[in-house]
């Protein structure tokens, strides 16, 4: 491995699952700049988040930290000031880190080892959307419901294309303003998109890229009678069963999520070329991932909060054609796993750094010299009544509550995940083994208990905030004008010829 520490660029997506990607076999979505990345690099086919909703899945990102461990448990809880990230950390390493877009910080840090945030984010920092446990059955009215399906379709503009427009051209001004800039140091450039999350909305020039018959519809639904009590709860919590969803609404939604698929790659396309314009592409490590996946009307279910494959699988690639040969990886992972793996690629070590991780480096998976197969996950959110968690090693996954019946899958064999084998009597041994690891690994109970407690504190903190004058924690980015474009504090030929790259040669 090359001794210069390399640049850092990770483009995050939010709510793609991998099997709508052409990288991993999908025949329909086309992502050209994303399919020219995976050439070189290496790709991780049974990559996974660790939670899937938004902002326990981003900290677990950003942390290393499960979100027992970290206590960001939902999409409005806390993300402690005093947890490190892998951008204190990078930083600490002599990094300039920079984020732009969204990581749905809840909170007052709204840095989080962060020296710059080139733009505010598309979610709130409030506790506004906390979940209550202790009343399963009360739906809150600021959830998803099906309005992005019935509702999907063409647009003109939407805020999500507001924000990401925004979000890419910053982090493309970002690297032309690093490559011009008399700070040499190595950057850790975060962009951060919101496609292709709900709502299903896209521009013409983006749907019109596929026709409608062309769109692959879901496999069957599973019979109601059949479905586990958690998807039962997502169902209600979505209100998914509110009104009926019709072939042409589910096709609709299916095209407008392709297109968002293409405008994402498209934006991939601006920041790699950016990259190349300015001369730091062979220096600079690329990271490409999505917090979470998107069901899209498999298994009749929409979004994600479930450890089915469609919504707990992310797209993994990594390409740095300069110090790894590209390969694909066939053992699981999953996001717990970046901050030691970033850490390792920036020079540094986690234990001589003091870092606590549930994570363990990717660097033998890049190096190709094997690796963990293995992922712990923790669902503590929306429709959930009792803390989920899971294990995923092998071919096989095991989902437990304690609230509900155990599922096991063997996704050799059953990738749809459509035969649970926890009640078969063959598989009993294989369900204790896996029970009793999860009995060492969690105090469950202690954990519902903890997890109903910050819901309590939070909800009356938001109660009470929200009376009287508010003080939004909502991040401001700030941009000194007075040191933007053409001012007179610096002579104008100086300042031309230090906005100007590649620099002018001097007459000889």
């Known amino acids: 491995m090359a001794d210069k520490q390399p640049n850092i660029l990770i483009v995050m997506v939010d709510q793609l699952a991998p099997a709508f990607l052409p990288i991993h076999g ?39 930290r499960l979100p027992s461990h970290s206590g960001v448990y939902d999409n409005a809880a806390e993300f402690r000031a005093d ?56 739906r809150p009215d600021w959830y998803h419901n099906m309005s992005s399906v019935t509702q999907a379709g063409l647009c003109v503009r939407t805020n999500q294309l507001d924000f990401d427009d925004e979000v890419v051209f910053t982090a493309e001004r970002a690297l032309y303003e690093i490559v011009r800039s008399s700070d040499k140091r190595p950057f850790l450039l975060v962009a951060s998109l919101t496609h292709p999350h709900d709502p299903f909305a896209i521009p013409e020039r983006y749907w ?17 009678e059949n479905y586990d009590p ?6 209600h919590v979505c209100a998914m069963d509110a009104q009926e969803i019709t072939d042409d609404q589910i096709r609709a939604a299916r095209h407008a999520y392709y ?73 699981s992972v999953s996001l717990v796993d970046l901050l ?19 994570g363990r480096s990717l660097l033998p998976h890049l190096e190709g010299a094997g690796g963990h197969d293995e992922v712990i996950g923790e669902y503590l959110a929306e429709g959930a009544i009792a803390p989920i968690v899971m294990i995923r090693r092998g071919s096989w996954k095991f989902i437990h509550s304690a609230a509900d019946p155990d599922q ?41 208990a903890e997890v109903r407690e910050s819901q309590h504190r939070r909800r009356i903190v938001d109660a009470a905030l929200t009376k009287g004058e508010a003080h939004s924690w909502d991040f401001q980015p700030y941009r000194d004008a007075a040191r933007t474009y053409m001012r007179n504090t610096i002579p104008l030929d100086d300042l031309e010829a230090m906005s100007r790259f590649p620099p002018v040669a001097a007459p000889e």
């Open 408 to 448: 096991l899958y063997d996704l050799s064999s059953d990738p749809g995940e459509r035969d649970n084998l926890a009640a078969r009597s063959e598989h009993a041994e294989r369900v204790a083994q896996f029970r009793a690891e999860i009995a060492k690994r969690w105090d469950l109970a202690a954990l519902d």
């Open 208 to 224: 019109s890229l596929y026709r409608d018959e062309d769109i692959d519809m879901p496999g069957p639904p599973v019979a109601r």
């Open 259 to 331: 297109g968002a698929i293409s405008y994402v790659d498209d934006n991939l396309g601006r920041l790699m070329e950016a990259l190349r314009a300015t001369g730091l592409a062979s220096d600079t490590i690329v990271v490409f991932l999505s917090d979470h996946g998107e069901m899209l009307g498999e298994r009749g279910l929409w979004f994600k909060m479930n450890f089915f494959e469609g919504g707990a699988r992310v797209p993994l690639v990594i390409a740095a054609p300069q110090r790894f040969a590209p390969r694909r990886v066939a053992a």
């Open 340 to 358: 030691p793996t970033l850490v390792d690629l920036a020079g540094g070590d986690c234990p001589a750094l003091g870092a606590s991780t549930d």
């Open 26 to 64: 999908h025949r329909v979505v086309k992502a050209p700049n994303l399919e020219a990345l995976a050439r070189n690099g290496i790709v991780f086919d049974s990559a996974y988040c660790n939670s899937p909703l938004c902002s326990p899945s981003r900290a677990v990102f950003m942390t290393g």
């Open 230 to 235: 958690h998807s039962l709860r997502l169902r």
């Open 83 to 138: 947890i490190p990230t892998y951008a204190h950390y990078l930083r600490n390493l002599g990094y300039r880190t920079i984020l732009s877009g969204k990581m749905h910080f809840c909170g007052p840090d709204q840095l989080h080892g962060f020296e710059e945030r080139l733009t505010t984010d598309i979610y709130p920092a409030d506790y506004g959307w906390t979940p209550d446990w202790d009343h399963p059955h009360e």
